[in-house]
């Protein structure tokens, strides 16, 4: 599969403080692609940027083959982007609404009106179709907006946060129609803060947080690092000296990359082993006499995996990062 | 084959172009012509632009009984009544175009801005152009109906006479002009401004200043820098050099420039340009009978230059065969060359064309600046340097 959205090394400044630090992004064609980070992690400059609505500091990025930088229209005209805060013309009716966007994109009257019938019919607005557009409710309006979105046929779908502020039924709904437009061929880049939300539905993820990517891939490949990459959570009884001895055995073990003690009492190890090295880890200790109340992973899920790498400190240099922290 | 190719991709893209105007415009204007609203405004309008008719016609009737009651001679009273009510008509259509065209455009960028739909357009092939203009068309449009609305209304002048079909020319061409200028001028202010609100009140800032603000500034600079002038009939300079081929050089000939010892020293006139009473008093001057009427004063004020009737013809306070000197100041000759270069010189058209052309040149700055500012990642100039200049501010602080 080729990537149809490639970005290299995108750097974004606003006024001093970094949006993004250097993003590399590659999505493959008929991918669901989620992009998964904390408020403030640079999802939406990421979106708005491939967009063209934001011109980025530094680096390249393209879609469908066409430059973000030196052929905007062309991007323009395969893209459909939804963004988080979207508006919506009240003073329209919901048919009126797409035609207007149909216009925008130079398409002529019939298959306006065609194209017009298709989508509402998709986005299960027909019945809507001569009602004004502010007296939908948020979810169909967030539906009206995913149509208008696709009144051009675009074959890159960028949607920010589209689930934000729908009822459980409605994002329901919301997944099965991405789903459907995966099947009529379109990749479609995703971004959320709510990890669950994109694990069933994503093919790919990144993770990103600070403007950099901390972890992508395919769902299984995340998992798979997450696996490897696991942190060990031991709560050891006994005093200071008895946990610092405890600290320095397991250390020693050729599974364990670091041993840390947490302030609260809490022994955590950065594990390399697989199960059997945990169970042989955990006996070791036992028999030299430490005193193990609990044993466990720490990270036990992507949501788990997805808090501790967006966690303050985590894999940035000096812990530079600002408390605001996971979601 | 690449030229035609070439060909028809501009074909496709002024295509585009146009329909993305009129895709924007007929959007607009969906919009406010919706409902009853519109119907309701352009009935009002029009009701009350013909009271404020009758209202004129009134007045004028009742002191020209008056004045014949006092055994004064009313002659003309028709036309009068006309040039009344055709000066009543074009004040009031442009103090509508001064509070509507801004009205009607300070929310145009900024409200999309607020409702967050501009990125909606933005990500589409539409040029920027094409949302600036078309949401211009749209607001001109709508202020355009109103204007136009009482065409009927100011043919009703023609009953009384006094004024001729191309002074109503004129009167719309230089009210379109400024429905045009503002507009776009609210327009702009819409997109510098991130609020709805401060570009109304800059629009609305902008239109004290331009209708009191200049003719107050004018009047103080004229204050500071007139100097007492000697009543003498307008004498004309000639460059006696320029005289040395023998041919009259119209441009050289004017009748407001005194030899340099009387010449008073005036404001620019191009303080003014801007100010649309100026130049509405100036095509209502071109209608009257008496060059010494209130519209034609406030024009030769403001320029310098006689203005005659230009409805009726009479004569006009000055020498029949105006006096040439050199520099000098000795009379060289009196030829009718110059005398009929005095004349045109006197005639109307001397103020407003310009005011309509410079409201035509801020319109149009408007819309590149809109456009500058709408299109994505587009900023001011101000802005960017302010940008320029945060980094260099951020080192010395990260230093210690």
């Known amino acids: 599969m080729t990537a149809i959205v490639r970005a290299r090394g995108l750097v974004k400044r606003y006024d001093g403080t970094l949006a993004l630090g250097g993003l590399d992004l590659e999505i493959a064609e008929g991918e669901i692609f989620g992009l998964v980070g904390p408020n403030g992690a640079g999802k939406t400059t990421t979106l ?15 879609v469908a083959g066409a430059s973000i930088l030196s052929n905007p229209d062309a991007v323009r005209r395969v893209l459909g982007f939804m963004p988080d805060a979207f508006g919506v013309y009240d003073d329209m009716k919901v048919w009126e609404y797409l035609d207007f966007f149909g216009r925008c994109y130079g398409l002529p009257a019939d298959r306006r009106r065609r194209m017009t019938g298709d989508l509402l019919e998709l986005v299960d607005l027909a019945a809507r179709r001569d009602d004004y557009v502010e007296a939908l409710s948020r979810g169909m309006q967030q539906r009206l907006c995913l149509a208008h979105a696709l009144v051009h046929d675009p074959t890159v779908l960028l949607l920010d946060e589209p689930a934000s502020g729908l009822d459980p039924r409605a994002r329901v709904e919301l997944r099965e129609l991405l789903r459907e437009l995966r099947a009529l061929g379109k990749t479609i880049l995703i971004s959320s803060h709510i990890l669950p939300e994109l694990e069933e539905l994503c093919t790919s993820l990144a993770i990103i947080d600070h403007g950099c990517v901390l972890a992508s891939g395919t769902v299984a490949e995340i998992e798979t690092r997450l696996r490897a990459g696991a942190v060990l959570q031991l709560r050891v009884l006994g005093d200071e000296a008895e946990r610092a001895a405890a600290r320095a055995r397991l250390e020693a073990e050729p599974a364990v990359a670091s041993a840390t003690l947490r302030e609260d009492g809490l022994l955590e190890l950065g594990f390399t082993g697989d199960d059997d090295a945990a169970a042989r880890l955990l006996a070791d200790a036992v028999a030299a006499g430490v005193r193990v109340a609990s044993f466990g992973r720490a990270a036990s899920d992507l949501e788990e995996l997805f808090l501790q790498v967006t966690a303050p400190g985590f894999t940035r240099p000096e812990g530079a990062g600002t408390p605001d922290g996971g979601q | 084959m690449t030229r035609i ?5 501009v074909g496709r893209r002024t295509g585009g172009w146009f329909g993305g105007l009129s895709a924007v415009a007929a959007k607009e204007l969906r919009g406010r012509m919706r409902g009853r609203r519109a119907f309701v405004t352009v009935t009002f309008y029009v009701g009350v632009l013909a009271l404020f008719m009758v209202a004129i016609y009134q007045i004028t009737r009742q002191s020209a009984i008056e004045a014949a009651a006092m055994g004064g001679s009313t002659p003309f009273v028709s036309a009068q009544v006309g040039q009344a009510v055709f000066a009543g008509v074009l004040l009031l259509e442009t103090l509508i175009v001064l509070f509507l065209a801004p009205a009607f ?8 801005r607020e409702k967050q ?13 094409a949302i600036v203009l078309g949401k211009l068309f749209s607001a001109l449009t709508w202020v355009l109906i109103l204007v136009f609305s009482s065409v009927p209304l100011t043919a009703i002048v023609f009953v009384f006479g006094g004024v001729a079909p191309d002074d109503i020319a004129r009167g719309y061409a230089y009210v ?4 045009i200028g503002l507009g776009a001028l609210g327009l702009l202010f819409s997109a510098i401004a991130r609020r709805t609100q401060a570009a109304t009140v800059l629009s609305y800032f902008t239109v004290l200043v331009i209708t009191i603000g200049t003719g107050v500034g004018w009047l103080f600079w004229q204050a500071l820098v007139a100097t007492p002038t000697t009543t003498q009939p307008p004498v004309m300079v000639r460059d006696v050099e320029d005289q040395a081929n023998g041919v009259a050089v119209d441009g050289d000939i004017a009748p407001d420039v005194m030899p340099a010892s ?40 403001a320029t310098g230059r006689q203005s005659s009737g230009g409805g009726i013809q009479v004569p006009i306070a000055v020498p029949a065969v105006p006096v040439v000197v050199d520099r000098a100041g000795k009379a060289v000759a009196s030829d009718p060359e110059v005398s009929s270069a005095f004349e045109t010189a006197t005639t109307r058209d001397a103020f407003w064309p310009q005011s309509a052309a410079a ?14 500012l709408v299109r994505p990642g587009g900023r001011f100039l101000p802005r960017l340097r302010r940008r320029r200049g945060s980094p260099e501010a951020t080192p010395p602080e990260a230093t210690p």
């Open chain 2, 5 to 9: 190719a070439g060909l028809g991709n």
């Open chain 1, 48 to 62: 708005r940027i491939l967009a063209t609505l934001l011109e980025p500091t530094a680096g390249e990025a393209e």
């Open chain 2, 262 to 301: 009387t010449e008073p020293a005036r404001p620019p006139e191009a303080l003014l340009w801007l100010n649309p009473i100026v130049a509405v008093a100036d095509v209502v001057c071109g209608t009257d009978t008496s060059p010494y009427s209130m519209a034609c004063s406030v024009v030769s004020g």
């Open chain 2, 176 to 179: 379109l002009a400024l429905a």
């Open chain 2, 359 to 372: 409201w035509l040149v801020v319109g149009a700055v408007s819309v590149l600046l809109s456009v500058r």
């Open chain 2, 117 to 129: 739909t501009l990125d909606l357009l933005a990500v589409t092939p539409l040029p920027t152009l």
């Open chain 2, 105 to 112: 455009t300070t929310g145009a960028i900024s409200l999309e």
